[in-house]
């Protein structure tokens, strides 16, 4: 064979060498913290910098740029050596729904045609809403080796949408999602009821999304820490949790059992941070690679008060 098909195993690969040996050839850099970005600069006359920041996720690709001209000299370009369509400006991708309001200077990313079609899926579009995704103080355990699982396939299936929701835009279903992902293997009925529940709570916020704002010459990094001490009752295991906002729009979270044992409240905190400072490093070098200064950030860890003191000292250089 000459040349790749699609949906052979090589195909993925065989597209990606193409496209980034292209793009490295046409002046673009690839991003060291992120290798699916790649940015494209050019000074003009002036001493003004125009740039283009290409977003690759398959074979979908996002463009950002400061100027319009450039924008359609590269798209233009694209189409040269692939056969690409054009479908103008953001509006849908990966299953995101994308709204702007350029007068309020405001962009807004939901779901809500995927979580629709979820809850149609799994027979829950006329269910009753909650307030919350999970009953507060909820604790699940474990199935006894008597009892007998629900069905697992079927819980797997929502585990997994909802786990897409959560990674995309949802990080309110997170803390959920993962205490209840832990029991995909035999779910019980407490475990059901608690999957069911969620989708109950995404039924009165299949609307709810991430909110960004721009603001001129400023962008702060603001990052907030904890932990709960030793939630998993079956492992006595700690669950970190983080969230990362700029310019108080959020753009990272996580929700994580942690790896070992904490002997106290202190000591789980303690491994929460080190997870939120791996992330912090990450977001600086990332932000830092698109021309982003990050030098105003803020880190917050409750009861914690030496919280950016300590992640100064995990940060690399």
């Not at 283009?52 to 001209?69: A, E, P, R, T, Y």
Request: hydrophobic fraction near 35%; aromatic fraction near 8%.
């Amino acid at each position: 064979m000459k040349k790749s098909q699609y949906g052979l195993k090589q195909a993925a690969r065989c597209w990606n060498s193409a496209i980034d040996s292209y793009l490295k050839s046409d002046g673009y850099k690839q991003i060291g913290a992120d290798p699916c970005l790649y940015i494209k600069s050019v000074k003009r006359q002036n001493g003004k910098i125009d740039f283009v920041i290409l977003s690759l996720h398959v074979d979908d690709i996002l463009l950002f740029s400061n100027d319009v001209g450039m924008l359609n000299e590269e798209k233009k370009s694209l189409g040269r050596r692939f056969k690409i369509e054009d479908l103008g400006e953001v509006n849908q991708v990966l299953g995101m729904l994308v709204k702007r309001d350029r007068k309020s200077r405001i962009l807004t990313i939901s779901q809500p045609k995927y979580l629709e079609g979820v809850l149609k899926r799994f027979n829950m579009e006329n269910c009753k809403p909650v307030s919350t995704p999970m009953e507060p103080g909820k604790k699940f355990y474990e199935l006894s080796g008597d009892e007998d699982p629900v069905n697992v396939q079927e819980y797997q299936k929502i585990i997994g949408c909802l786990t897409y929701a959560t990674t995309a835009i949802r990080p309110d279903l997170a803390s959920a999602v993962g205490i209840l992902s832990k029991y995909m293997s035999r779910p019980g009925k407490e475990h059901w009821q608690g999957v069911k529940r969620i989708l109950r709570y995404v039924q009165g916020t299949v609307d709810y999304g991430l909110i960004f704002r721009a603001k001129d010459n400023s962008c702060s990094l603001t990052g907030y820490s904890d932990a709960d001490w030793a939630g998993d009752l079956d492992t006595r295991r700690s669950t970190s949790g983080y969230v990362f906002q700029i310019e108080g729009s959020t753009v990272s979270w996580r929700s994580k059992k942690q790896t070992c044992v904490s002997k106290s409240t202190t000591e789980a905190e303690y491994v929460a941070l080190s997870l939120a400072a791996q992330e912090t490093v990450w977001l600086r070098r990332l932000l830092s690679d698109i021309w982003i200064d990050t030098e105003n950030t803020i880190y917050h860890l409750r009861g914690q008060s030496r919280c950016n003191r300590i992640v100064e000292e995990c940060e690399v250089p």
